[in-house]
């Protein structure tokens, strides 16, 4: 039997950053997962990953403290200086914009490629002598009041004091703990797709609202690229999948009563589409529902929300700090296993994730509405917004955080 004071279970971004993070604090760790490569290896111009995030403040510091940032290929990232929010009436004043120069910060958000974090996270691991891959899967797992224990299907077994759930929204662990997760189910597919386009972005995020409930965004890459996320009801985003690169870019440019198009002029596709279904999950409980809790939810095995704020990676991330915070500031008289510790991990998170898959899942709801009185209200909220400087400056320190 292996000992160790950490099991990690998920080689997705959220369990690599929590092994490298929790490792730097002397900790013992047994990273277990059935595949560790991030697929997509992009090294030139020509080669983008469609999965692409917009990360926080919050998320580069993060990066940064664990000297992850530093270590990434900054022609690759793209700074966000301004965002660019529309309604589905087609009119200039439904406009909701925000400005980095207008809130006196250097920038609104980093896109990145979500290969590339894992990649830089991965060379950062191979420094830490604390963490031990295993490519394997876990087959069961038994938690006790003195330990947890993990199984794999290859007949290895690891003991530790905790075992952190970074198993993605299908969570096996979270399953078999019996933890009960709504799930709303919003009947649309995320289609995701990188551009060329034709005309400078000018690192200008946009995101329109469209007649039938979808939504468009567009997101800045290096060198003239787009990153696109199209929330689609189902039967669309099965018909965006199957166009070819001619069709799929004519589609896009003409998304928006046009818009698309004079504001970024010819597009074409540069990766195949890819798509995945959109849903709003949340665990009840973040860590087991026990007297002697040994295993913690992290990342989308915890929660699950829709892309339109594009902050489900940076509530993940969040999730990781918080960890990592409260384990290096516990009480020395404290283990990391002591209860008292876990459920101050459980109760600091409830919070932010309830408020932000809340918010997410009301402006969703509100947009998809095909109330005619709800669609002039919404648009000329969005205005009123618009010209609020406080209320912009709040929003924008919100989204910031």
């Known amino acids: 039997m292996n000992s160790y004071d950490l099991i990690i279970v998920g080689a997705g971004i959220a369990g690599k950053a929590t092994a490298l993070r929790l490792a730097r604090l002397g900790l013992k760790i047994v990273h277990i997962a059935p595949n560790f490569d991030p697929g997509i290896h992009c090294n030139d111009d020509l080669t983008w990953d469609s999965r692409i995030y917009a990360l926080s403040s919050s998320s580069q510091q993060l990066l940064s403290d664990m000297n992850v940032w530093a270590a990434m290929d900054h022609g690759r990232t793209q700074i966000v200086s301004d965002m660019r929010i529309f309604g589905d009436s087609g009119q200039a004043q439904d406009e909701l914009h925000f400005s980095a120069y207008s809130a006196t910060v250097p920038q609104l958000a980093w896109i990145v490629e979500a290969s590339h974090i894992e990649r830089t996270l991965d060379a950062a691991s191979q420094f830490q002598g604390n963490i031990q891959r295993i490519t394997d899967k876990i087959s069961d797992f038994i938690s006790t009041k003195d330990a947890v224990t993990v199984h794999t299907e290859s007949g290895q077994s690891f003991t530790a004091k905790l075992l952190i759930a970074a198993d993605g929204a299908r969570s096996p662990i979270r399953e078999k703990l019996q933890i009960e997760t709504p799930i709303n189910d919003y009947g649309q597919t995320a289609v995701v797709a990188n ?52 069709t799929l870019s004519s589609a896009v440019m003409a998304a928006a009563f046009g818009s698309v198009r004079q504001r970024f002029g010819t597009l074409k596709v540069i990766t195949n589409p890819k798509n995945f279904p959109l849903r709003r999950m949340k665990a009840q409980r973040i860590i087991a529902p026990d007297q002697h809790p040994r295993i913690i939810l992290i990342g989308d095995a915890a929660h699950v929300m829709h892309p339109l704020a594009g902050q489900g990676l940076n509530l993940g991330l969040r999730d990781v700090a918080t960890l990592g915070q409260l384990i290096e500031t516990k009480e020395a008289f404290r283990s990391i296993d002591d209860p008292v510790l876990l459920r101050r991990y459980e109760r600091s998170r409830h919070g932010d994730t309830d408020a932000l898959l809340f918010t997410t899942d009301q402006l969703q709801k509100l947009f998809a509405s095909p109330s005619g009185l709800l669609k002039t209200v919404r648009n000329m909220g969005m205005g009123l917004v618009n010209r609020s400087r406080f209320l912009k400056r709040q929003l924008i320190k919100k989204a910031l955080s």
């Open 195 to 246: 551009f060329e386009c034709e005309l400078d972005h000018q690192g200008t995020a946009c995101q329109w609202f469209l007649e039938n409930g979808e939504i468009l965004a567009l997101l800045p890459l290096p060198n003239k690229k787009l990153s696109m996320v199209w929330s689609a009801q189902a039967a669309h985003a099965e018909q965006l999948q199957q166009c070819n690169p001619e």
